[in-house]
C-alpha cells in the first residue's frame, strides 16, 4: 500500500511541481491496518506542505521507520 501510495503522490507532485523530486525510503517490510485514502490523504498534505516550503528543484524524502510494534513515517524537506 505505501508504494502505491508513494507513487500515486509521486505522479501528482511531478504534475503540479516538476522541479521537485520525490525519494522514498522503506526501512523494513511492515503490516500494519491502515485506511488507504486517509493515508493518501495525509501524506498528500505532508508533501503538499514540504514542497511549498522548499526551493524549486529539491527533494522531499518519505521514509518509514519500523519499532517493535509500531511504525512511523516521516515527510522531510529541505525548505524553511
Known amino acids: 500500500l505505501l508504494d502505491e501510495t508513494v507513487g500515486t503522490l509521486r505522479a501528482e507532485t511531478a504534475a503540479r511541481f516538476p522541479a521537485h523530486r520525490i525519494?522514498?525510503?522503506?526501512?523494513?517490510?511492515?503490516?500494519?491496518?491502515?485506511?488507504?485514502?486517509?493515508?493518501l490523504r495525509?501524506?498528500?498534505?505532508?508533501?503538499?506542505?514540504?514542497?511549498?516550503?522548499s526551493p524549486a528543484g529539491a527533494s522531499i524524502l518519505i521514509a518509514t521507520?519500523?519499532?517493535?510494534?509500531?511504525?512511523?513515517?516521516?515527510?522531510?524537506?529541505?525548505?524553511?
Open 23 to 39: 525519494d522514498w525510503s522503506l526501512s523494513a517490510a511492515v503490516s500494519v491496518p491502515v485506511d488507504a485514502g486517509s493515508l
Open 65 to 80: 521507520r519500523a519499532a517493535s510494534e509500531s511504525v512511523s513515517l516521516l515527510v522531510a524537506d529541505s525548505g524553511r
Open 42 to 53: 495525509t501524506l498528500s498534505n505532508l508533501v503538499q506542505n514540504a514542497v511549498e516550503a
